[in-house]
């Protein structure tokens, strides 16, 4: 069981990126798939989840408006499009999965990706 998350990367203030998590060995249509995001010195923090029920997506306020958390199941992937970043963004981003049908908080997460570094220079 596996969550791979694409590379981050170098991005301008005002710039976009955009994230791909690819899950396997898992009923990828069962989970709710979530990003979350952690600063240096600072908490992991929740940014977006998008439910295996109905496909509800779920934002934080600072991202709301600016990311679009999508998924497809037939490939078993996510994606996270960030717009407009600042650098107020930057952190590793996480994702993960929940068999919750919605998930803002870490406790609900039972997989883990490995983190991917996005850095939003000014």
């Known amino acids: 069981v596996q969550l791979q998350a694409s590379r981050g990367g170098l991005v301008q203030a005002g710039g976009s990126l955009r994230l791909s998590c690819a899950a396997s060995g898992l009923t990828f249509s069962r989970y709710t798939m979530g990003w979350f995001r952690q600063a240096p010195g600072k908490e992991r923090e929740f940014v977006a989840a998008i439910s295996w029920w109905r496909g509800g997506t779920y934002y934080a306020d600072s991202v709301k408006g600016r990311f679009t958390f999508s998924r497809d199941n037939a490939k078993n992937t996510v994606y996270l499009q960030m717009n407009n970043l600042n650098s107020e963004d930057t952190a590793v981003y996480y994702c993960?999965?929940?068999?919750?049908?919605?998930?803002?908080?870490?406790?609900?997460?039972?997989?883990w990706g490995q983190g991917t570094l996005v850095t939003v220079s000014s």
């Open positions: 993960a999965a929940s068999t919750s049908s919605n998930g803002r908080s870490l406790r609900q997460y039972v997989l």
